[in-house]
């Protein structure tokens, strides 16, 4: 795959920015800040999604959008891959198609590349300074690099996982009792077990049944006794009823003669009480008619009936007459108004059109009219003063008038109504008489309604009673109290002692059952215990596993059994590249993750040069690309040359110089230095690129 085209929107230092880019060895040069590492960056991002810190901030200062994009050659077929910073947008075409969604594009992509993003960031770009900490770096530094572009994973976690999810987690050692000594507590409790079974034995007959038959039969004497109890007191109660009856029905007997010999009955006496009733209340309604036909009289004396009227008649003669002087002069306005309209329409003439006058005289005319409408309008102003003036004298006089026929009519019904009660009598102490003689029949009547309400209750007791009386068992009747009594004393004797026997029945069923749950929990706790054993066996050698899968992954013994399966491979692809720079020597790395140079005649080399220190590890760089990402087309490296010696610098460019062609169809080498314009095939120097 060669990278052709590569354009950046918005992208960091790049507003607006693209790149051409051929096969080859490429020089990217320029002084710091044009943006030589932010090509790698940008290179990075679109081939892996992958970038510095956030999305966000790659986009540049004062803008809200960008993207990244690059056009590709792969077998002969052109692929376009834009990929966006403000969103999630990605767009990848080829071969005639176009892939939206985020999961196709990668999917497809990841195809097209055959390596994932951990090998193009580790191993197919060589991070500034890399090459030289190879041999100069500390042995932090070795084994963080060596770690890295052999891909030797972060054994941490993992370990922190095995550590605090497994090892600390696992449980603790399961108990194990001691059987022989639960063996021997076993035969103990079984030896108890059948001197409780043997004992239990002599209490066969005796039973909660057997038992609940003496309660039943203390319970059937003790009712016995108090249903004798019962029947004497029913019996002194039916004794207390009956004279009770006696006594009620005399009473009642007497208060009926003494009501069947009264002169008068109450329905005689209270036909005559209503006569009485209603002559009283004619009596009082005659009565109040004449209080209020005396007050009607004396009121109606109060009006000069008279001197109102004349004064009325008086008045009402004025208002007419004020009346036909105001219409008088209502009509004289008319008509004066009508000459004034006549007149005035002559005014601009000289003189008149039907009688042949002067207009002088005219105008003449028109002043006396309207002295004349003056008059009027003054007359007629003058005649309505006078006439409000007469109609509030009119108005008391008239309420007077109304006052008086209201009254004048009132009496004359009242005097109407009097007549109705004419012939009426009323006699007080008769009535009196007749209340008091009514009153004593009525209690009478009263008394005896009492009475016989009391005998029927008196009667409906007596029957609960005898009913009562008759429905209490007999079943032990024939025997005197006396004979209950003892009976019922030998019965509770007897009881006691049958209650005592089954409490001490079931404290044997107790203790049964006791030393039979002791048994079974001794019997389990020997199955417990044998499975327990094996339990922590099995737990014994899961956590020496653990202990030893977590001593396996520690970072530093890791990563140097990863570098030494690889080694063997590692060592055939440097001693391959080693060759094509004329270096007669061989490399592998050791245990504290230094690299040994190893001559000709199998000796390690103590000390290397500077130049060489470059080329082997450069090599070995192109021999993990070997092992790892063989089938990938281009490699870059990111300022090689920095914090080298003036001299491993000449060594350095003279190395790219030489740098197998073959193998690589494309090299981006990004550098600050412009001797690598001097070495590579195609030359992009940023510095000129902004001027």
């Known amino acids: ?64 959008t960008g993207y990244v994009s690059g056009k590709f050659t792969h077998e002969g077929k052109e692929v376009y891959l834009e990929r966006h910073l403000d969103t999630s947008k990605v767009i990848l075409k080829y071969a005639g198609k176009e892939y939206k969604k985020s999961s196709e594009v990668k999917e497809f992509w990841d195809k097209l590349l055959n390596i994932n993003s951990e090998i193009f960031n580790n191993i197919i770009i060589a991070r500034q300074g890399e090459i030289p900490k190879l041999f100069l770096g500390s042995k932090a530094e070795r084994t963080s690099i060596f770690q890295k572009i052999f891909l030797v994973p972060n054994t941490e976690k993992l370990r922190d996982i095995i550590w605090k999810d497994y090892i600390k987690t696992l449980p603790p050692p399961f108990p194990v009792d001691d059987v022989q000594a639960i063996e021997a507590e076993l035969l103990i409790k079984n030896e108890s077990l059948v001197l409780q079974k043997i004992k239990s034995a002599d209490y066969t007959l005796v039973t909660l049944d057997g038992y609940r038959v003496l309660e039943n039969q203390i319970r059937d004497i003790q009712f016995t006794l108090a249903n004798i109890v019962k029947q004497e007191e029913i019996n002194l109660k039916l004794t207390q009823l009956l004279n009770k009856l006696n006594s009620e029905q005399k009473i009642k007997e007497g208060f009926e003669a003494e009501l069947k010999n009264a002169p008068f009955s109450l329905s005689q006496l209270s036909e005559q009480l209503a006569k009485f009733e209603e002559c009283k209340i004619r009596m009082e309604s005659r009565n109040a008619l004449s209080n209020q036909s005396a007050d009607v009289e004396k009121r109606l004396k109060e009006f000069d009936i008279n001197n109102i009227n004349e004064n009325i008649n008086a008045l009402r003669i004025q208002i007419e007459a004020l009346h036909t002087t105001i219409n008088l002069a209502e009509k004289n306005i008319v008509e004066a108004n009508a000459k004034l309209r006549k007149y005035s329409s002559l005014t601009d003439k000289a003189v008149c059109p039907t009688c042949g006058q002067d207009i002088h005289v005219i105008a003449n005319l028109i002043k006396i009219l309207r002295e004349e409408l003056a008059g009027y309008q003054d007359v007629v102003l003058r005649s309505n003063i006078d006439l409000t003036l007469q109609r509030d004298k009119i108005t008391p006089y008239l309420k007077h008038k109304e006052t008086y026929d209201k009254l004048s009519n009132n009496y004359q019904f009242i005097q109407t109504e009097l007549l109705k009660y004419t012939h009426v009598e009323y006699d007080e102490s008769s009535h009196q008489l007749y209340i008091a003689a009514y009153s004593k029949l009525d209690k009478l009547s009263k008394d005896i309604n009492i009475f016989v309400h009391n005998i029927m209750l008196i009667e409906q007791d007596i029957k609960a009673s005898e009913a009562l009386r008759n429905s209490l068992n007999t079943e032990f009747t024939s025997l005197g109290k006396e004979e209950l009594h003892k009976l019922l004393q030998q019965a509770s004797y007897d009881a006691s002692v049958y209650k005592v026997k089954i409490l001490e029945k079931q404290e044997i069923d107790k203790a049964v059952s006791v030393l039979n749950a002791e048994i079974s929990n001794l019997n389990q706790r020997i199955v417990n215990s044998e499975t327990n054993i094996k339990r922590n066996q099995q737990r014994n050698i899961l ?96 300022e090689g040359s920095t914090g080298l010696h003036k001299i491993n610098q000449e060594i350095y460019f003279d190395m790219i110089r030489q740098f197998p062609r073959n193998q690589f169809e494309q090299v981006f080498i990004i550098d600050h230095s412009e001797k690598l314009a001097d070495v590579v095939d195609h030359v992009i120097d940023l510095d000129k690129e902004y001027e």
């Open 1 to 64: 795959m060669i990278l052709e085209k590569l354009y950046f929107k918005n992208f960091r230092v790049f507003k607006n920015r693209c790149f051409d880019f051929s096969k080859g060895i490429i020089g990217i040069i320029g002084s710091n800040g044009k943006g030589k590492s932010r090509i790698v960056e940008g290179i990075s991002f679109l081939c892996t999604g992958d970038i510095e810190g956030t999305k966000e901030e790659a986009i540049t200062v004062g803008e809200v």
């Open 543 to 638: 956590e020496k596993s653990l202990l030893a899968l977590y001593d396996a992954f520690h970072a530093n013994q890791f990563a140097k059994k990863v570098i030494q399966k690889y080694s063997y491979v590692v060592t055939d692809y440097l001693l391959q590249n080693l060759v094509k720079f004329n270096i007669p020597y061989t490399a592998n790395v050791n245990d504290d993750f230094g690299i040994d140079v190893i001559n000709v005649e199998g000796h390690r080399l103590p000390i290397v040069s500077g130049g060489q220190a470059m080329i082997i590890g450069l090599c070995l760089r192109l021999a993990l690309l070997q092992l790892f990402a063989q089938n990938f087309s281009f490699i870059i490296i990111d």
